[in-house]
């Protein structure tokens, strides 16, 4: 590929270098025109959701359910912005610094191989699940096989150093639960690439491609890629946020206090409570400690849940990789997610 | 509107910066979010600078020649137009601090606590010591030890009118208020309130949903364990909201 083409037109959908599992098949422009339709739905979705708890609530902003609404929404994003900041600015470097293939050339061929290793190395991330979103569809770009990245992206928020410190000093008396929450994630995040390696659904990444950048542009290539995946992930930030605050004020969280003690429920309910609050891996091991109604089993499942999927994770996801994907990986995520904490906790906890 | 997407960066940056350097961002994440929160905004207010700057100095070059789709960088995705809903919301609403409203949505959902370690609570000159709610509640719900009984303490929190009507045989003449105060983890999305049900002093009016207040009270002793922990006050009186309305 030529740089100087490369240079003057950073947007074009050219992309080489891949060497892995097929990442991205058929008409270019399929996957670009799936875009913009949910995008809209859902920019509606949120618009009327929004105008709904207004007219609801004809004081309008008085309301104290309206101001709820609005400090859970402010809360989320406030709190997600320097995490999302920190993932932008890698996938800038990662776009402006690494060559197309370069992270591809270091994973092992075999993707059964490539995803453990690509599983492990997401404990290099020190930010949570905001953070990994925009670096795992930086990673695709750069051609690093769909199953591996998608490995990476749910392995770091859960397994990071700094998640599973903050798990050990939320659980002083039980330091397993750490343990367990690393074998958890590690594990859900290795089964759901393994089974991608299986299905070979096309992957690609909505954000534009970056050819490789000429050395005299690329803080520039970093600043635009950076200030570009700010604009696509934020957006699905906000979109995620709003959703949260939105099931937060209609579903009160006591609604859950009801199945504390029944085995089964307990479990889905946690579930169900880490993809509603959308809170930060980085914290929810804080809150995970704080529901000690709940047993340790039901809150690993908590903790392995919320890093791979929240509502607003999935608006993320949504934005970087697309709707349908998203249709599919959510959901086995989630089911992955469950399994391996029950597996997980039988064993350990 | 090739300069929409630098200014959406810019904005979103001066009022991260705003919020944090303003300190109204402590009614929504934790104080010590501020650095982080610092750095991110300057680094947005900086990229978004840098995209305007850079539209001014080429101001036609390469913006719709070439495959540039809809996905270029060039152009703003649309999605991105959320991003003015929280500016809106932080300026328009100014939403405040978790209250009375959020609280009872949490219903009663008791603070975790150890049952041990708890240092004796120092007392002042004024034989009253100053202690947070959520310890206070810890302090009453799990201490083996005891070091909250007979301690008159001084805490902080919100108002919470109470569900059942006022009277019962204690509490003759006393307006009953739940006094809250949310602990927060990582944000105000996580918020689980610390409550202590206090008996207000004989004739004072019950105050309103949301009004903070500094409230002397010795606790009442051993009640249920699942409910909020009752105690006597001495004293009440209405004051601004802290500067950091939550405890962690």
Known sequence: MSDLAAAEAPATGLRDGHRG??????????GARRGPDPVVLASLAVAVLGTTLVLWSTGATGRPAVQAWCTVLLAITLQATPFLVLGVLVSGLLAAFVPAGAFAALLPRHPALAVPVAGLSGAVLPGCECSSVPVAGRLV?????????????LAAPAINPVVIVATFVAFPGTPQVAVARFGAGLLAAVAVGL?????????????PAAPTAPTGQRWR??????????????????????????????????????VAGHPVLSVAALAVLAVVLSICSEADAFVAAGLSQFSLTARLVFLTVGPMVDVKLVALQVGTFGAAFTARFAPLALLSAVASALLVARVVL | MRALGPLLVLLTGVVTLRLALTGAYTSYVRVGMLWALVASGALLTYLGLAGLWRLRAQPQDQGDHGHAGDHGHERAPRVALLLLLPLVV????????????????????????????????????DGVADADLSDTVRRALYDDAATLDGTRVRVVGFVVPTAEPPGGAAAAGRPRVLLTRFVIRCCAADGTPAQVDVALPPGAAAPAADQWLEVVMTYAGDGPREAAPRSTAESARPVPPPADPYET
């Open chain 1, 221 to 258: 290539v970093a600043r635009e890629t950076a200030a570009h995946d700010f604009l696509h992930a934020g957006g699905y930030l906000v979109l995620g946020g709003a959703l949260a605050a939105t099931l937060q004020v209609v579903v009160p969280r006591s609604a859950l206090d009801a």
């Open chain 1, 141 to 153: 770009d750069r051609g690093v096989p769909a199953a591996a990245a998608l490995t990476f992206l």
């Open chain 2, 90 to 125: 932080a300026y328009v609403v100014a939403p405040p601090s978790l209250g009375a409203y959020s609280a009872r949505l949490s219903g009663g959902a008791a603070l975790a606590g150890e049952r041990t370690g708890y240092a004796p609570l120092p007392t002042g000159e």
């Open chain 1, 21 to 30: 599992p097929v990442v991205h098949i058929g008409h270019p422009d399929r």
């Open chain 1, 195 to 207: 089974v991608w390696t299986r299905v070979r659904r096309p992957v690609r990444s909505l954000h």
